[in-house]
């Protein structure tokens, strides 16, 4: 199991963390999705390694900013 951290910049509410957490469920080998609006954080668990431009685009299309943190 790998997990990874992410810095999200514009979250807000729960609706903000419903929104990328779906797009990032959508990333294959996705095992575990951790985000908190109130910290601007973002938990990735997966089986393998992921590649982070696929975790940041997802991030993008749900509407925010990420860094790996």
Known sequence: MNTTAYAITGMTCGHCEGSVRSEVAK???VTGIEVS???GS?????ESALDDSA?????D???YRAVRA
């Open 61 to 63: 299309e749900a509407g």
């Open 42 to 46: 973002l938990v990735v668990t997966s």
């Open 37 to 39: 609006a109130a910290s």
């Open 27 to 29: 990333i294959d080998g």
């Open 55 to 59: 975790v940041l685009a997802a991030v």
